[in-house]
Nanobody, 122 residues
Framework: VQLQASGGGLVQPGSSLRLSCVAS????????IGWFRQAPGKEREFVAA????????TVADSVKGRFTISRDNAKNTVYLQMSRLKPEDTAVYYC????????????????WGQGTLVTVSS
């Protein structure tokens, strides 16, 4: 069972990035998938989550209106589209799989990817 997060990089403020989370070894169709992030010296925080079939999403207030989460179960992939990026969005972004639904509590997530670094700087 593995989750592979990718798509991070160094971008300027106001730019966009799309992160991908690809699952292998299990079908994401049975799990909600969430994105979390962790900045240096800070705790991991919830960013967004999508339920198993994609018809329910939840997004943290700090990124609402700028980030969108979606999924393609045929490709076992979940996306985090990030726009109007700010320096405070700089963090390692992790995706996780939650059998209990699209929720914000990291302790509920059963599987985690290795993370992808997003740096927003001019």
């Amino acid at each position: 069972v593995q989750l592979q997060a990718s798509g991070g990089g160094l971008v300027q403020p106001g730019s966009s990035l799309r992160l991908s989370c690809v699952a292998s070894g299990f079908s994401t169709g049975h799990y909600a998938i969430g994105w979390f992030r962790q900045a240096p010296g800070k705790e991991r925080e919830f960013v967004a989550a999508v339920n198993w079939n994609g018809n329910y999403t939840t997004v943290a207030d700090s990124v609402k209106g700028r980030f969108t989460i979606s999924r393609d179960n045929a490709k076992n992939t979940v996306y985090l589209q990030m726009s109007r990026l700010k320096p405070e969005d700089t963090a390692v972004y992790y995706c996780g799989a939650n059998p209990r639904g699209a929720r914000s509590r990291s302790l509920e997530y059963a599987y985690w990817g290795q993370g992808t670094l997003v740096t927003v700087s001019s």
